[in-house]
């Protein structure tokens, strides 16, 4: 075992890559299924409010249609912590663009052209959809997502902020931005007798069937869920959403297989999105930068029927060293569909905020921002007073400081010119915590020296699979292609989802497991595979019980260099450049394009995605990919992503941390930090738009 080299650590290319790039790859809706049928949903046109009837007559005559659904002529559903996905479950409308009745018909068009011809007819309510600062109904949630605190404090930030001799109080805000995953949110649906399988666009195959077996009132392992590829989710696809729960009432109604695919307009209103944010972040500091205090406030949405407070002020607890420190959500109820997880939930808005106000407090003394980060290094986690398992960030600071040719740069804002254009740079930190989650596999040898390993893993794009089978290799001592991975599917049992950038680093510890079992009982005999195979299974959940007590977080740094258009306000970025440190890099292939992928969203973030919500209809008018602006190639110049060597034995077996979302935090401060050095005028909203930097920068 010992004369191969470690495939762990190196580059291989995609293990499924060939079958993608020549289609042969299945996505959810692709699979051949006989006598599949259409659904499509018909959406609520009013924002609060109840369905008194659906006319579903004249839909009814059209060729090819088979049902009409609405809420008196479905299965009645458990009920589920997540409201959205009661579908079809009341007259009651919560948002505009909820699903209130659907159509099944033979064809796709079919389906369509009848959904339009269903007739509802609505008691409408007054609706309250705008986030205003200034509403009665805002309260303090005790608990933001992922068991995060609402609000924390320590020491007494009120006294240090008024006795520091330097500070800085500003208000930054964040829009709703949709995830919006190259593949569009797609199910297949058929029912055999209770059992109900799912080719599903999932981020979680096993927590998803779970959660859906719930739903229905089945058996554990009555639903079984088939995503042996998904094209992207962002978190969209991290749970079922109210298309797949659509799909599956209308196959049980109509007792054939049912597919459904959103259009990119319905993914709008149906598959969640970011809640917007306004945050307040007072800083306190001695003279030569140490952080007296840290006080960051942040007022988010949910719906009113889901209590979703997203984490966003969880980073700066963690973040620097401060004595005193109070860190608060609040959150308004509104009649929208309920916000939800997209790429680092929490630490992508709300590091915009602090590492923005960070860069002011760095004018503020006239200080080197990345020195001031360095100052305020806390030796222990701040909140929590454990050690941390390993924290890279001073390091990924001075290689990043070094790599973009940091040294000598003059801070003076607004005075660098190349013709037209105003030029500046700017500089971020990034976090991210590390999460696990016990997870279960299979690992069998079969006789002619092959290896299966089977776990409930999604590749979404990431690479996931090729990643796991690199870790299998490693154990078993055998190369690549002696192994292989079957992932996506929950009838492997019991996995986390690709999300909370946790997913290599669960899984990759239950195959490390179970290849470790294989070995051992491969060595009891002697290395003979009997004719029949010989199988191991692995699960982590004792081990993920005895790990030690540690603050565990992903670190990074950005730079950000950019071009600002004098007349036009346009912003260029002509250069990015992150350093992190994850722990134990798998595949640097994959990683590198894990980076590139979340620093290229933080780009998109900081200077296009915002959805623009109509108060008087309460929903998103920018619903297409036309009007709602991500970064293309074009926004995206010089881009590079290197990372720390950073091994950390308190993480698990492989020393993996996560990679998918630590790349998106920072971003948008070290770009509008960057515009601040070039254009003399602070950007403390997002997006930064070209009308947002003239009427910063033009006065008359
Ligand atoms: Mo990620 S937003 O947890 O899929």
């Known amino acids: 075992m010992t004369t191969l080299d470690k495939v762990v650590g190196g580059a291989p290319a995609r293990i499924d890559g060939r079958e993608k790039v020549t289609g042969a ?119 933001a997502n992922a068991g995060f605190p609402g609000t924390v404090h320590w020491g007494d930030a009120e006294s240090a902020l008024a006795a520091a001799p330097a500070g800085v109080d500003a208000t930054y805000t964040t829009p ?33 069937a779970t959660a859906i077996a719930a739903l229905f009132g089945l058996a554990d392992g009555a639903v079984s869920i088939v995503a042996d590829h998904t094209g992207g989710g962002f978190g969209s696809k991290a749970v079922p959403r109210p298309p797949t729960v659509l799909a599956a009432l209308a196959a049980r109604a109509v007792g054939r297989p049912v597919k459904v695919a959103m259009t990119r307009q319905q993914m709008f209103s149906l598959v969640s999105y970011r809640t917007p944010t306004v945050q307040r972040v007072r800083l306190g500091a001695e003279l030569d930068g140490r952080l007296t205090a840290v006080w960051h406030d942040a007022l988010q949405q949910s719906s009113k029927r889901v209590e979703y407070t997203e984490q966003t002020v969880a980073a700066s607890r963690m973040m620097y060293a401060t004595p005193n420190s109070h860190t608060a959500h609040r959150l308004l109820q509104l009649d929208v569909p309920t916000p939800s997880w997209m790429r680092a939930p929490g630490e992508a808005p709300g590091m915009f905020a602090l590492e923005s106000a960070m860069d002011e407090l760095a004018y503020a003394l006239g200080m080197d921002p990345v020195e001031l980060r360095i100052v305020n290094e806390p030796a222990l986690d701040p909140e929590s007073g454990l050690p941390f398992s390993s924290r890279n960030l001073i390091a990924c600071l001075r290689e990043g400081a070094a790599r973009f040719g940091w040294a000598g740069r003059d801070p003076a804002p607004g005075v660098r010119r190349q013709g037209r254009w105003l030029v500046g740079t700017g500089v971020a930190s990034s976090t991210y915590p590390v999460f696990t989650m016990a997870s279960t596999a299979t690992a069998r040898a079969e006789p002619m020296g092959r290896f299966v390993v089977e776990i409930a893993a999604a590749d979404i794009g990431t690479g996931a699979r090729t990643a796991l089978a ?21 009838v492997f049992g019991p996995a986390p989802f690709a999300g909370g950038s946790m997913g290599t680093a669960s899984w990759s510890w239950a195959v490390s ?13 002697s290395g003979v595979v009997p004719p029949e195979g010989l199988q191991a299974r692995a699960d982590t959940t004792e081990d993920l019980a005895a790990q030690g007590r540690f603050s565990r977080h992903s670190f990074g740094a950005q730079f950000a260099e950019v071009k600002v258009d004098v007349d036009s306000g346009q912003v260029r970025i002509e250069r990015l450049l992150g350093v992190f440190a994850a722990g134990r890099i798998v595949n640097a292939r994959t990683a590198r394009s894990q980076f590139l992928g979340g620093m290229t969203m933080g780009i998109s973030m900081a200077l296009h995605e915002a959805l623009q919500l109509d108060p008087r209809f309460g929903d998103f008018t920018n619903h297409d990919l036309a009007t709602y602006h991500i970064a293309s190639n074009a926004d995206v110049r010089g881009i590079e992503a290197h990372w720390i060597d950073e091994h950390d034995d308190e993480l698990n077996p492989v020393g993996v941390k996560g990679i998918g979302e630590v790349g998106i935090v920072g971003t948008a401060a070290a770009i509008a930090n960057a515009v601040f050095h070039a254009t003399g005028s602070r950007q403390r909203d997002l997006p930064i738009t070209l009308d947002r930097v003239r009427a910063a920068t033009h006065t008359g």
């Open 513 to 525: 497991k179970v290849c470790r079992a294989l070995v051992r009982e491969l060595d009891e005999r």
């Open 176 to 208: 709703a931005e949709h995830a919006s995953p190259m593949e569009p949110h797609a199910t297949i649906a058929f029912w055999e007798g209770e059992t109900l399988t799912l080719y599903n666009a999932d981020q979680a195959p096993w927590m998803s």
């Open 470 to 490: 690199q870790v299998a290799a490693d154990e078993l001592g055998v190369p690549m292609d002696q192994i292989t991975i079957l992932v996506g599917r929950s």
């Open 25 to 143: 790859a299945r996505y959810a809706y692709e699979y051949p299924v006989p006598n599949a049928v259409y659904v499509w949903p018909v959406q609520a046109t009013i924002a609060r409010g109840r369905v008194c009837a659906v006319h579903g007559g004249a839909a009814l005559a059209l060729p090819g249609v088979i049902a009409v659904l609405n809420s008196g002529n479905v299965s009645r559903l458990h009920p589920a912590d997540d409201a959205e996905l009661a579908v079809l479950q009341s007259a009651d409308v919560a948002y505009r663009g909820q699903i209130v009745a659907a159509v099944v018909a033979s064809t796709l068009e079919g389906a369509r052209e009848a959904a339009s011809a269903v007739r509802v007819d609505y008691d409408e309510q007054e609706h309250d959809v705008v986030l205003s600062p200034g509403n009665p109904r805002i309260f303090s949630p005790r608990k």
